[in-house]
């Protein structure tokens, strides 16, 4: 069964950066798409970034060209860092992993979030 940690997040100015990382425990971590998701207060959650096994990243039109999603399979650990931040980036950032093999890469393990708050 496969755990995810994530951390990183934090408190930071508008136009600052941060790196979150998350980490997964027990299974074949190289067979997982991995992604990026965020919920703001009142808000759906929403995709941020999903990373195929490949490593090949895809981002949601507000986040294109400001964040930087990764994965280093070696360390099962995937990275979303995040430049020119903005007070809208403020939200709950979650990792989440689906299998590429039985689920077609769909979500369905979840880290429990860690928390990113952009001050204007």
């Known amino acids: 069964q496969v755990q995810l940690v994530e951390s990183g997040g934090g408190l930071v100015q508008a136009g600052g950066s941060l790196t979150l990382s998350c980490t997964a425990s027990g299974s074949v971590f190289s067979i997982f798409v991995m992604g990026w998701y965020r919920q703001a207060p009142g808000k759906q959650r929403e995709s941020v970034a999903t990373?195929?096994?490949?490593?090949?990243?895809t981002y949601v039109d507000s986040v294109k060209g400001r964040f930087t999603a990764s994965r280093d399979n070696a360390k099962k650990t995937i990275y979303l860092q995040m430049n020119s931040l903005k007070p809208e980036d403020t939200a709950v950032y979650y990792c989440?992993?689906?299998?590429?093999?039985?689920?077609?890469?769909?979500?369905?393990?979840w880290g429990q979030g860690t928390q990113v708050t952009v001050s204007s």
């Open positions: 989440a992993a689906g299998s590429a093999i039985t689920n077609s890469g769909a979500p369905t393990i």
């Open positions: 990373i195929s096994i490949s490593g090949r990243a």
